[in-house]
């Protein structure tokens, strides 16, 4: 079986858009990279139920550690990455838009709930563990979305609020981050821009006078909310993606390492090389060796 990775960068796209729910199963036997997913934010409440292996989740600058029967909840507009993972990790993977939840008419539970956990008043557990009943809502979720039978919408739409209630009722934590996050929503803005521009752009040489063109801020701030928002210097981030696509093209082209190095952005072979341990503990050949083993 030809085996081809490809770069997993989760985009919030729901395959239907009428229901504003993603739910799919992963293995990551066929991610080659150190992290399943870039940094970023969304909206959409996030679950990872994992069922095998171990996950890095980096959620708001923290990591949390993931094993069979845990779940990941990222909340509403938290920035969150996956540093690392076991390649015998399996996963599902749950995304449903707030506006699910919500009503035209004006109630309590949006007041109550829905609202605050929005606006980062209250937040959910980053990490669950022993909740079997969770655990398998979620996969409930996943057969009901995947299934679509007659009404399934219904069935869907059902299982998420008792998803949600339990969250609520067994799994809601003080949100230190908040008021502090009250002054996020205009940073993270820029941020996620600046994340978009280095992952259109980052073949070419990304200049700190570039982004203040993009994001319209002195460079000094540019650097400061970055760090804060990510916990990563610019060039730091800047050289996890390039590394990411050359992990890509050493999968799937014979371009030669020199090649590969100069067509993400690197412009020097050494220096390349260097990162590209660094982040990755392995050589550029070794990759290209394993995989191309394993096809």
Not at 19 to 36: H, Q
Not at 54 to 79: M, R
Not at 192 to 200: A, C, G, H, W
Request: charged share 25%; net charge neutral.
């Amino acid at each position: 079986m030809n085996k081809k990775p490809i770069l997993y960068q989760e985009r919030v796209k729901m395959p239907n858009e009428t229901i504003g729910v993603n739910c799919f199963f992963y293995d990551c036997a066929y991610a080659p990279y150190v992290g399943l997913f870039p940094l970023h934010w969304h909206e959409c409440l996030e679950i990872i139920a994992v069922q095998d292996g171990y996950l890095e989740v980096e959620i708001e600058n923290k990591k949390y550690h993931y094993g069979a029967g845990d779940l990941a909840v990222i909340n509403p507009n938290y920035l969150h990455s996956s540093p690392q993972f076991a390649p015998e990790t399996k996963l599902y993977c749950l995304m449903a838009e707030m506006d699910l939840f919500r009503s035209r008419y004006v109630e309590t539970v949006e007041e109550n709930f829905i609202n605050p956990l929005v606006e980062g008043k209250i937040a959910f557990q980053p990490k669950i563990s022993g909740d079997d009943a969770l655990n398998e809502l979620v996969r409930k979720c996943f057969r009901s979305f995947n299934g679509e039978e007659h009404g399934f919408q219904l069935m869907l739409k059902s299982l998420l609020f008792e998803l949600i209630y339990r969250l609520f009722r067994d799994h809601v934590q003080e949100n230190h981050l908040y008021p502090k996050k009250r002054f996020v929503p205009l940073a993270r803005e820029r941020v996620n821009t600046i994340l978009n521009y280095v992952d259109e752009h980052y073949a070419e040489k990304i200049r700190l006078e570039d982004l203040v063109d993009v994001v319209h801020i002195n460079k000094y701030y540019i650097c400061k909310i970055f760090q804060q928002c990510t916990g990563k210097t610019l060039l730091n981030y800047v050289n996890i993606v390039r590394v990411q696509k050359a992990v890509e093209k050493l999968i799937a082209t014979n371009d030669s390492v020199t090649q590969i190095a100069f067509a993400v952005g690197f412009q020097d072979i050494n220096y390349f090389s260097r990162i590209f341990k660094s982040i990755m503990n392995v050589s550029p050949t070794d990759i290209r060796r394993k995989y191309r083993k394993e096809d």
